[in-house]
């Protein structure tokens, strides 16, 4: 509750701030970038479904995960994240349903569930530091976007060349923060167990990389298509920089469904590119009400399909 309270707090602070006529701005967002971003929402909630599916599988070594499932388990939990703190219902929450459905071991469901969002953190952390350097104005746009591409290709080259020994370096970073997390007050009871290193077949790490990559442009793409709904005047490229940063942002994001974090991330990155303020707080209202309907309405559908399915 607490945390909720924190979460309300800080949003509610930036619509207090910015006032009601600036609010009045969501009456009239334009449809089409509106139908854009939820179909980047469906891109995002597939490229999940696809990585997680296959880390599953790999991990297991036969088909233990399909990819309606797999999909369908990150919705429910996406969805619950939105009362709850991240780490609760996306790494606990998926991995508890592993366990349950699929006759996984808890280690084994872990494994996966934090393999899945380990990409995540990969890809956020090698695209935050030139999009910092970006919006500090150390680098053109230019230079930024051609770090962003050699960082990824070398990483990318990496995983396809080395992806044993990279395992065996990321499972020790893991347990080596959880032990050390485990000793910190307030942390220990929001850790998982200690995880063994994992064996995958070749090629599968530089494709859940891949994967990784489209899910962090869909996500760029739709936080743009939210900008044009507003008709907001702001380069593409500002999204590009910012969604990084603004990912970044839920690893300390101890509210619900990092609510008023994010926003308050990409308040700091808008502004700092020169976006009005009577723009940037509808811009946020916007992009947490309409991920809030695109996430509901896919739920929906995926527990429709699922039940046709099994009938």
């Known amino acids: 509750m607490l945390r909720m309270a924190l979460g309300l707090a800080l949003f509610g602070g930036l619509l207090a701030w910015a006032g009601l006529d600036a609010l009045r701005k969501l009456a009239y967002l334009r449809p ?60 606990a929450g998926r991995t508890l349903l592993l366990t349950s459905r699929h006759a996984l071991s ?91 290193r994992p064996h995958l077949p070749q090629q599968t790490l530089s494709r859940a990389f891949l994967l990784s990559v489209i899910k962090l442009l869909a996500i760029s793409l739709r936080f743009t298509c939210f900008a044009q709904a507003l008709e907001m005047s702001a380069s593409p490229l500002v999204f590009i920089m910012g969604t990084p940063i603004a990912q970044l942002s839920f690893l300390f994001a101890l509210t619900p469904g990092g609510l008023g974090i994010l926003e308050a991330t990409w308040y700091g990155v808008l502004l700092h590119s020169g976006i009005s303020r009577s723009l940037i707080v509808p811009f946020l209202v916007e992009q947490r009400v309409l991920t809030m309907v695109f996430v509901g309405v896919l739920t929906a559908c995926g527990e429709a399909l699922g039940s046709r399915i099994s009938q």
Request: proline share 3%.
């Open 32 to 91: 089409w970038p509106v139908l854009a971003a939820f179909a980047c929402t469906l891109v995002i909630v597939a490229s999940i479904g696809m990585r997680w599916r296959m880390l599953a599988n790999a991990l297991m070594g036969r088909p233990v995960l399909g990819w309606l499932d797999s999909c369908r388990y990150f919705l429910w939990n996406r969805a619950l994240g939105f009362v709850v703190p991240k780490d609760v219902s996306d790494i």
């Open 106 to 196: 808890l280690q084994q469901a872990a494994t996966s569930v934090l393999l899945d969002r380990g990409f995540d953190v990969l890809t956020m952390l090698l695209c935050a530091g030139p999009a910092l350097l970006f919006l500090s104005d150390a680098v053109t746009e230019d230079t930024a976007l051609f770090l962003m591409g050699v960082l990824v290709l070398i990483s990318y080259a990496l995983l396809q060349l080395a992806s044993d020994h990279i395992l065996a370096f990321a499972t020790s970073l893991y347990n080596a923060i959880r032990a050390l997390a485990h000793r910190l007050p307030g942390l220990h009871h929001r850790t998982l167990e200690q995880v063994e």
